[in-house]
């Protein structure tokens, strides 16, 4: 084991030179040069892959995240087909509370559907602390994933408190989260003692991919934008906070993302992230003067530029590369997730168009 300056644990000594941990994306996420920009997709496994598709026709989305050789084949996709510097695990951020005994469901076109939502201390109590055996499906897959990826890392996920807070109250996607700061802002002990939970089982989560051999996590707090800086300071940092700390001894670098996120870019590393996500509304050179200098960055291309001429494409790519020097770790990315409509082949070719101009500038420096 070696620490670093932040007194980050890292793995690099127990790895084997070339595995994951040597990998360009973890040597991003440390702040470490490397061969190139590393690149990968948020929802890079999913519906703008025809082999997706065709595998989800008859498995329904909770089932399919439940089943390991399909949570397996599912992630490998992207990874075959674009050249994407890292996986990222095929699951859903819902699936720990439904392990959890959340009675819930992922509607097609809708998103997570809870049936009946989270308002009161005893609905509180209905969701039980987790254990290994609760998502053994989950377990298997990371296990059988980190053997075939081979050099490619693992990246585990979660969804941080107060995006599953949001679900769990409003019992389905919302656009203003009205429920959910409605009991945030009347009944704060309340609101607390739903976090606290919820740190819990997402820490116990996350512990689960780690120990079965995830590179990397990332806690996705995708509607934390929704809040004011201090309202985030006061009702989600300290969740968020518990949940990112506790992974300190683990020694994986952790990512937090959301998006709208601007105002609270700051506080979202002060949680206890190593790389933080950033949207395509904030330029990764402005991104880095909030959050710092002993953090990477993980962004940030707009997801609908993928849906304009190659052209357009390409300038975008070569803007967010210039900007991204000005932090010191930089994984490529889009600032939300891949949509749908996307041709796949525009994935494919931001990949190769990464790799080159970064490792084109390396030969140069
Ligand atoms: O990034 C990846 O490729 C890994 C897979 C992944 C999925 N969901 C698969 C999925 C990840 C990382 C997630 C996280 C997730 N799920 C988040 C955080 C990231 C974000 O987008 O902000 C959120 C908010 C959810 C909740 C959720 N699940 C939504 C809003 C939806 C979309 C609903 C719809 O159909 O439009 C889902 C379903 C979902 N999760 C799909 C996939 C591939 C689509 C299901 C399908 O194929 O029908």
Redesign the pocket.
């Known amino acids: 084991m070696t620490t670093d300056t932040t007194g980050t644990v890292a793995r690099d000594g127990e790895s084997r030179p070339g595995g994951p941990a040597d990998s360009p994306f973890i040597r991003a996420c440390r702040r470490r040069p490397g061969p190139h920009t590393p690149v990968w997709f948020?929802?890079?496994?999913?519906?703008s892959l025809p082999e997706y598709r065709e595998i989800?026709a008859t498995v329904p989305?909770l089932e399919s995240c439940r089943r390991p050789e399909l949570v397996t084949e599912i992630t490998l996709q992207p990874v075959r087909r674009h050249g994407v510097d890292a996986a990222?695990?095929?699951?859903?951020?819902?699936v720990p509370v439904a392990a959890a005994g959340v009675d819930l469901d992922?509607v097609?076109?809708?998103?997570?559907v809870v049936a009946e939502p989270i308002r009161t201390a005893a609905d509180v109590e209905r969701i039980r602390p987790i254990t290994r055996d609760d998502v053994w499906y989950v377990d298997e897959a990371v296990r059988q994933l980190v053997v075939e990826l081979g050099d490619t890392p693992l990246i585990g996920?979660a969804?941080a408190p107060f995006?599953l807070a949001s679900y769990l109250v409003e019992g389905g996607?919302s656009r203003t989260h009205a429920k959910t700061k409605a009991l945030m802002f009347g009944d704060e002990e309340l609101w607390h003692a739903l976090c606290g939970r919820l740190a819990e089982v997402t820490l116990a989560f996350l512990r689960v991919q780690i120990d079965a051999g995830v590179s990397a996590v990332q806690l996705?707090d995708?509607w934390a934008g929704a809040l004011s800086e201090a309202d985030y300071r006061r009702f989600v940092l300290p969740h968020s906070t518990a949940v990112l700390s506790g992974l300190v001894d683990a020694g994986v670098p952790r990512i937090h993302f959301g998006?709208g996120t601007a105002e609270l870019l700051g506080a979202m590393g002060e949680a206890g992230a190593d790389v933080v996500g950033v949207d395509w509304r904030t330029p990764l050179d402005v991104a880095t003067g909030r959050i710092g200098p002993d953090k990477a960055v993980q962004g940030n291309l707009d997801p609908c530029v993928l849906l304009a001429p190659w052209p357009v494409v390409e300038a975008e790519v070569r803007r967010i590369l210039e900007q991204g020097r000005a932090a010191p770790g930089h994984v490529f990315n889009l600032g939300?997730?891949v949509l749908p409509e996307t041709d796949p082949d525009v994935l494919t070719r931001v990949v190769a168009l990464v790799h080159e101009l970064s490792s084109r500038r390396a030969d140069q420096g």
């Open positions: 948020m929802r890079q496994a999913g519906r989800r989305m990222i695990l095929f699951s859903d951020i819902v992922i097609p076109g809708t998103g997570p996920f969804g995006t996607p996705f995708s998006v939300h997730g």
